[in-house]
């Protein structure tokens, strides 16, 4: 028995995999700041509510596209579901500050357990550091 022909499909299902994952995790394409001395991630069981801010200014509730009006309303009736659930929120790096502490600001009013900035980490440059 042969077992290369297997061992071939194997290995491209596997390159499949690793390529469309990510691109699903994702869902709008939303470029985050990164920062140098991030916190560690903190594991819960309970996976946290993401709401994206992106480079348009368009807002995302866990995929879901929602109107800057309807903000508040979508974040009380996704509390009031799962209460327990903490607030993810995760802008795009060409978002006004302004605009994304706004946000945290009616987040916060609206009491969620806890809320977190999403980045990515980055390496430390010399070039960064302050004279």
Do not use: C, K, W
């Amino acid at each position: 028995m042969n077992v290369t022909p297997l061992v071939d499909v194997v290995l491209v299902l596997l390159i499949v995999f690793m390529v469309v994952l990510p691109a699903m995790e994702e869902g709008a394409n939303v470029e985050v700041p990164g920062v140098v001395h991030a916190d560690a991630p903190h594991e819960s069981e309970i996976d946290p509510f993401v709401l994206t801010v992106s480079r348009g200014g368009a807002l995302m509730l866990d995929d879901r596209p929602v109107a800057r009006e309807g903000l508040e309303a979508a974040l009380v009736a996704a509390r009031d579901r799962e209460p327990h659930r903490r607030l993810v929120l995760r802008g795009d790096r060409s978002t006004r500050y302004a605009e994304v502490r706004e946000i945290a600001a009616v987040a916060a009013r609206l009491g969620f357990p806890g809320m977190a900035l999403r980045v990515n980490q980055r390496s430390f440059d010399v070039d960064d550091a302050e004279p």
